[in-house]
């Protein structure tokens, strides 16, 4: 059954925690996504990956970390930096980055309060 | 400017009629448009993807794209209570791959 799995789907963080969501995929998909979803906002992109071993910088990388060791797992950490990182965050998959192969399927969440 | 446009609704359509969303984009050289389905809670699903000028029909989903206007629309026949969710509309601009999502319109399909 192909798909993206992402755990945990809800998650509390005191202040001053990082904390880790983990994402996978069986799609055999070479780029993966995180986005972040606030209340009223569209998805705003944190990292991609293209491939393996390479990462790049969205639009709000500033407090996030990730790592892409192998084509099925893109793990982010929200680090301590991250002020304000309450918020529902989505990781997704595409068989490319561009052209008709970029259509981007989504896992179903993660949603990060912070107490 | 933003550079997608959507209005945020709610879009209230009776059981059976046809409910029209619509989405514009400010980057007239992009060229990959998507439209997803996200229920409260819940993540998107990608219903529609549209890569050049004209209708796409899949079941009772329409999308329409002009690029020379720079909108690109939903159109959903038979309207059904399921239907009633927020629909994102994504655009990746031109020399690049990134998605820009709209801020969604909400549907709501009254039984």
Not at chain 2, 94 to 100: L, P, Q, R, W
């Amino acid at each position: 059954d192909g798909g993206i799995t992402q755990s945990p789907k809800y998650l509390f963080r005191k202040e001053g925690q990082n904390v880790t969501l983990s994402c996978e995929q069986n799609l055999n998909h070479d780029a993966m996504y995180w986005y972040r979803q606030d209340p009223g906002q569209g998805l705003r992109l944190i990292y991609y990956s293209q491939i393996v071993n390479d990462f790049q910088k969205g639009d709000i990388a500033e407090g996030y970390s990730v790592s892409r060791e192998k084509k099925e797992s893109f793990p982010l950490t929200v680090t301590s930096a991250q002020k304000n990182p309450t918020a529902f965050y989505l990781c997704a998959s595409s068989i490319a980055t561009r052209g008709f192969y970029n259509e981007q399927f989504f896992g179903p969440g993660t949603r990060l309060t912070v107490l | 400017q933003k550079e997608v446009e959507q209005n945020s609704g709610p879009l209230s359509v009776p059981e059976g009629a046809i409910a029209s969303l619509n989405c514009t984009y400010s980057d007239r050289g992009s060229q990959s448009f998507f439209w997803y389905r996200q229920y409260s809670g819940k993540s998107p699903e990608l219903i529609m993807s549209i890569y050049s000028n004209g209708d796409k029909e899949d079941g009772r989903f329409t999308a329409q794209l002009n690029k020379a206007s720079q909108y690109v629309s939903l159109l959903i026949r038979d309207s059904q209570p399921s239907d009633s969710a927020t629909y994102l509309c994504a655009v990746v601009t031109s020399g690049t791959y990134k998605y820009i999502f709209g801020t969604g319109t909400r549907l709501k399909v009254l039984a």
